[in-house]
């Protein structure tokens, strides 16, 4: 039986639910109780985090739609904060497909008002939204929005940084996560040579199905 919630239920510290890798990798940052909207079992699935900065080049973004076009296809399980302009696409890409997602806003889930394009994929099981923030967070401020991404890149098992633009918020981000050893992956382009000075493995969308296969591969480059 799936553990479906319909109204959001509160995951605390203690219980068999509460994402153990967020303990592994935030410590006593993290969040005392994470709530979450939606198919728990999501939860279970290896998960793939997707960022990107506001500025993105075009040959970027074009790449990044093939490759999430690609990752929706295969059954990917994404998650992400899907805040900036690049991020917002790829989500309504992901939401059109049949896989699951996982969607991080950055502000407390209770009371918020479902955007229509959710709600047919909570219906179907396939969508999960978390929020590790109180009750009270109700805006979403840069403050949060870092905190969130953190608890993103801490719950997946490895992190897509399509774009970070130099010097900016997602570099520095892209640097500290880099430190924990998970695999970081970025678009095979010049313009991410600060990506990969940090270690990041480039991919194309043509590489997407030999690492992943299908909904039940194993994760992006493990044991490769």
Not at 92 to 115: E, K, N
Request: charged share 25%.
């Amino acid at each position: 039986m799936k553990s479906t919630v319909r109204e959001p239920a509160r995951l605390r510290r203690e219980s068999p639910e509460y994402p153990q890798a967020v303990l592994q990798y935030l410590g006593r940052e993290a969040p005392v109780a994470i709530d979450a909207l939606g198919n728990l079992e999501i939860l279970q699935r290896p998960t793939l985090a997707l960022f990107c900065s506001v500025k993105c080049p075009g040959r970027v973004i074009v790449q990044t739609y093939d490759v999430v076009r690609t990752l929706r296809d295969a059954g990917v399980t994404v998650i992400g904060g899907f805040h900036s302009p690049m991020e917002r696409e790829c989500l309504d890409l992901l939401l059109r497909g049949g896989q699951p997602v996982v969607v991080c806003p950055a502000r407390s889930i209770v009371g918020l008002r479902l955007p229509p394009e959710w709600k047919g994929p909570l219906a179907q099981e396939r969508l999960l939204v978390l929020s590790p923030f109180a009750e009270q967070d109700r805006r979403m401020t840069a403050a949060l929005a870092g905190e969130r991404n953190r608890f993103v890149a801490a719950l997946a098992d490895e992190l897509l940084i399509a774009h970070a633009e130099a010097g900016g918020k997602t570099e520095v981000f892209s640097r500290d996560v880099a430190a924990w050893g998970k695999p970081l992956l970025t678009l095979a382009d010049d313009t991410n040579a600060n990506l990969l000075a940090l270690g990041a493995t480039p991919i194309r969308a043509d590489e997407v199905r030999v690492h992943w296969g299908t909904a039940d591969a194993t994760p992006l480059l493990s044991g490769s």
